[in-house]
């Protein structure tokens, strides 16, 4: 659905009356388009106590092929970046603010005790208006939860804060994400970089990440610009909205595509999976028979890389009037059939060593929802499957993670009365819905063979709504 106000706020009308009546002013998000680079201007780097994930970061930088400005207090850049083969530069002279960037990146792995917060105040207090529109900001530390001391862990924790704040205050679309890298996993960022500081994370902000060792084998793709070539990827309820949308980032990410419905939906099906090259599996994964049916189908196919759980379904109620039925329903297939079908296909085989599991849940399990108990229930339960699950599924060399979509532009929320939908589009800090494509922007980066440091992970793709944790 088109967003008339978004459209009506970026003429040159409609800026000077938002601009007079104080309404939110949203800008255009750069969304990624096939064949452009990762980032289009330069990444100003800062750090503080010992950095120690520089020499990670130039390497990943150099493979990207960024641009890359040194902050003052970070002289030891330009040795670490030169031996990386990366051109690079002192940014700012005298005091005086530096040029423009497109992304800010701050090492914080070395920060040990709360009285070097100082450091992240002079970085983000000289930096923060040189962000050019649709910019980038990332923080990198170390997990509180693995730190050496209460101190280093208390200073760690206090990053999150950080972020989240920064994410309200930047505005002009720029995103902000923390990032804590384990001790043994500084190899794995790459894959979560070229993510964050490129256009497909534009409707992912304030969000905290953990890359940890990886599980299986890393590999990294022959070609960036198709890393899911040769890979074989399951997308259920793909017959329209965020299912078919995320068919469709697949497909032109190199995946060779199974987009999976119900048999009501077969026609819906039947024309995406043929406008995209694809194959249609009309199946209801909500049958008793149906993780059997899915192992016996990916081993016709010689076993499966990708599995994407996206099918689900609201029946709103208040719990006082919803009829138990409606209950058993939404729980069946938005949760205990993707429990069912994971087991089944790890257990089996069919999903392959090296294989990825994204799900998908939603704001509403995070904040929870007026007439969704079970609707929350059941993406809050997808929430904890996903992290119980991880370090199981581990041994079987298999990812798995989550996205949890805010407001999106579907079907779905164009029904919503106009009232609570504007307000959905709005309370959030790019004061707009976000695109099918965001979701599955995000759902790729976690089904990339390059991102094996990535499980047990729940990544909100809601602009940085303003409801709920």
């Known amino acids: 659905m088109t967003d008339k106000y978004l459209n009506f706020a970026n003429s040159p009308l409609g800026a000077k009356l938002a601009d007079a009546l104080g309404l939110p002013k949203p800008m255009k998000l750069e969304r990624y388009k096939s ?3 990762v980032i289009k201007g330069s990444v100003l780097l800062g750090g503080g106590g010992t950095p120690e994930l520089l020499e990670s970061l130039a390497a990943a930088l150099k493979s990207i092929g960024a641009q890359t400005v040194a902050h003052a207090q970070l002289p030891q850049w330009t040795p670490i970046a030169n031996k990386a083969g990366l051109m690079t530069g002192r940014w700012g002279v005298d005091g005086k603010p530096g040029e423009k960037v497109k992304a800010l990146v701050f090492d914080a792995s070395g920060l040990t005790d709360s009285t070097q917060s100082d450091a992240l105040y002079q970085f983000f207090h000289d930096a923060a208006r040189s962000v050019l529109p649709c910019g980038r900001v990332v923080i990198l530390g170390r997990p509180p939860e693995l730190c050496k001391s209460p101190r280093q862990a208390t200073i760690q924790r206090a990053l999150e804060g950080l972020t989240r704040s920064l994410a309200k205050e930047l505005k002009k679309a720029i995103t902000v994400q923390l990032v804590y890298v384990a001790q043994g996993a500084e190899a794995q960022i790459e894959s979560t970089l070229r993510f964050l500081l490129s256009p497909r994370s534009t409707y992912v902000s304030a ?19 198709k890393p899911l070539a040769g890979k074989k990827v399951l997308v259920t309820g793909a017959s329209r909205g965020i299912g078919a949308s995320i068919a469709e980032v697949m497909v032109r990410e190199g995946a060779a595509v199974i987009c999976l419905d119900v048999p009501q939906a077969q026609p819906g099906l039947d024309e995406v999976a ?7 599996l009309a199946l209801d994964i909500g049958a008793a028979d149906a993780p059997q049916m899915l192992v016996d189908a990916a081993k016709a196919r010689g076993g499966w890389d990708v ?8 029946r709103d109620k208040t719990i006082a009037n919803m009829k138990e039925h409606l209950w058993q329903m939404v729980v069946n297939v938005n949760l205990s059939t993707q429990e069912r079908i994971n087991d ?3 257990e089996s085989g069919a999903l392959k060593t090296g294989g990825r599991i994204v799900c998908v849940s939603s704001i509403s399990g995070i904040a929870g929802n007026l007439g969704q108990t079970n609707y929350a229930l059941s993406k809050a339960g997808v929430v904890g499957m996903v992290q119980s699950t991880a370090p199981l ?3 079987n060399g ?7 979509p805010g407001f999106i532009e579907t079907a779905m929320t164009a029904a919503i009365p106009f009232a609570i939908r504007e307000a959905g589009r709005r309370m959030n800090s790019m004061s707009q819905g976000g695109l099918p494509q965001d979701v599955a922007e995000a759902i790729v980066w976690f089904a990339s063979p390059a991102s094996s440091g990535l499980t047990g992970n729940v990544v909100r793709v809601c602009g940085q709504s303003l409801i709920g944790a």
């Not at 599995?307 to 609201?314: C, L, M, P, R």
Request: net charge positive; aromatic share 4%.
């Open 393 to 395: 599924f581990a041994k």
């Open 35 to 37: 064949g452009q680079p």
């Open 344 to 346: 089944a296909l790890v």
């Open 307 to 314: 599995v994407v759980h996206n099918a689900g379904i609201t």
């Open 274 to 280: 043929a406008k995209l090259g694809a194959t249609a």
């Open 398 to 404: 298999i990812t798995i993670n989550a996205v949890a």
């Open 207 to 225: 969000q905290v990440i953990r890359i940890g060792k990886p599980v299986g084998t890393p590999t990294m793709p022959a070609d960036w610009a």
